[in-house]
């Protein structure tokens, strides 16, 4: 296992432990019924501090992958090459739903033209306020990191980088941008 992917893997752990502590009532609506996508979209809202030197999306469909839409991806915005992490959110009662979203992470988001470098797929318990997720790294004979997270005063959070730190991070990106065109 990679030395990124070990960090990617505690980026989702960290940001999974942070979504029930930020969101203690996540999913607790009285008249509303709630779809995974607002999900996905406060599961985005943890991420991305961690992430920030990549742009966030959701609901936006590929071309390349038949028109399919990830539920959230992170990356730079016409560039391929900076095609960084793609994930796959399913509530706790769509399980089933975890080997469609694997699959679709190998077959759409690992080929082609999109060359994910990550992939994962989350699945979310708000009722237990407990999470899992199943990281890929779009290398050959690669095998899935697995976490369970749970709300355990023993886990915490990592540091969110620095607006500075994330600053020195852009002109290595716009060098990678510039060399894929």
């Given at each position: 296992?990679?030395?990124m992917k070990t960090l990617v893997g505690r980026i989702l752990e960290s940001s999974l432990w942070s979504l029930f502590h930020n969101q203690p009532t996540l999913s607790q609506f009285t008249e509303t019924y709630e779809h995974e996508p607002n999900l996905s979209f406060h599961l985005a809202n943890e991420l991305w501090p961690y992430l920030r030197w990549l742009d966030c999306d959701f609901d936006v469909q590929k071309?390349?992958?038949g028109l399919r839409r990830p539920d959230l991806i992170f990356h730079r915005r016409a560039a391929n090459a900076l095609n960084f992490l793609v994930v796959e959110v399913k509530r706790a009662s769509n399980r089933d739903g975890v080997a469609d979203d694997i699959e679709k992470i190998h077959t759409w988001w690992f080929g082609g033209?999109?060359?994910?470098?990550?992939?994962?797929?989350?699945?979310?318990?708000?009722?237990?306020?407990?999470?899992?997720?199943?990281?890929?790294?779009?290398v050959p004979q690669d095998?899935?990191?697995?976490?369970?997270?749970?709300?355990?005063?023993?886990?915490?959070?990592l540091s969110?980088?620095?607006?500075?730190?994330?600053k020195n991070l852009h002109p290595y990106t716009e060098k990678i941008v510039a060399a894929e065109q």
């Open positions: 296992m990679t030395l071309r390349y992958a033209d999109l060359r994910y470098r990550f992939g994962t797929s989350v699945l979310i318990d708000e009722k237990k306020h407990n999470s899992e997720f199943q990281l890929f790294e779009n095998e899935a990191l697995g976490r369970k997270v749970k709300q355990t005063p023993a886990l915490t959070a969110v980088p620095s607006l500075n730190d994330m």
